[in-house]
């Protein structure tokens, strides 16, 4: 069975700061998609980043950069330089490979409620 | 283009009554998933549709809970006798099979059973 844990419940932090996200992930899958959601007060899902279980390249984007360890089975993400915009809750999910022509469900850890202060 | 669009946003039902949740895909997309998210939990998945066939349901609760998506492209979520661990976010994603396995989620409908 697949599972995704996100330890960190909620985080405060003081805007500007960096910040890091844990996601850790079960699978017995050899191929597998990892994927970070951001989803604001609004409640919509907004996709941030999707990773392939063979590609450990760390990822910047911007402010925001993502660590992926196969070793430690750990995807997590880091905000730098925290902004009030970033509040929101974050989750971390997992999916198996997609087969030909089909889809495969998001897991979803239970995400981290992140707060930035002005 | 536009997103993935759902109806109603909020839905308030009675102990008891059904409802009917509508999910209207981005266009061309193939593939077709439900979630229920309840308060303070990540989303969890209920039924997953390819086209018009409904793949996989594994994760709807109760037999209370039916989906269909007859033509391929709208999708209804049907709750008959709703109870009050109903309550939740019900969210809508679609994605293609093209290569690009992400899945676009809609804003969601809450639904509040009293």
């Known amino acids: 069975a697949q599972k995704v844990t996100q330890a960190q419940t909620e985080i405060s932090v003081v805007e500007k700061e960096d910040v890091t996200l844990d996601c850790v992930y079960e699978?017995?899958?050899?191929?597998?998609?990892l994927f970070w959601y951001k989803q604001p007060p609004s409640g919509e899902l907004v996709f941030l980043i999707r990773?392939?279980?063979?590609?450990?390249q760390n990822e910047i984007s911007g402010r925001y950069s993502w660590n992926f360890q196969k070793s430690t089975s750990s995807f997590n993400f880091t905000i730098t330089a925290s902004q009030v915009v970033d509040s929101a809750v974050y989750f971390c999910?997992?999916?198996?490979?997609?087969?030909?022509?089909?889809?495969?469900?998001?897991?979803f850890g239970k995400g981290t409620r992140l707060s930035v202060i002005a | 283009g536009a997103g993935v669009s759902q109806s109603p946003r909020y839905k308030v039902a009675k102990r008891g009554q059904d409802v009917a949740l509508r999910c209207d895909p981005i266009?061309?997309?193939?593939?077709l998933f439900w979630y229920q998210q309840a308060l303070g939990q990540g989303p969890e998945f209920l039924t997953y549709?390819?086209?018009?066939?409904?793949?996989?349901k594994s994760g709807l609760p109760s037999d209370r809970f039916f989906a269909e998506r007859p033509e391929g492209s709208v999708s209804t979520l049907k709750i008959q006798r709703t109870q009050q661990e109903d309550s939740a976010v019900y969210l809508c994603?679609?994605?293609?099979?093209?290569?690009?396995?992400?899945?676009?989620f809609g804003p969601g409908t809450r639904l509040t059973v009293t």
């Open positions: 994603a679609s994605s293609s099979t093209g290569g690009d396995y992400e899945q676009y």
């Open positions: 699978t017995r899958d050899t191929t597998y998609y």
């Open positions: 990773r392939n279980s063979f590609d450990e």
């Open positions: 999910a997992l999916s198996g490979s997609p087969g030909l022509k089909r889809n495969t469900p998001l897991v």
């Open positions: 266009s061309g997309h193939v593939s």
């Open positions: 549709f390819q086209n018009e066939a409904q793949l996989d």
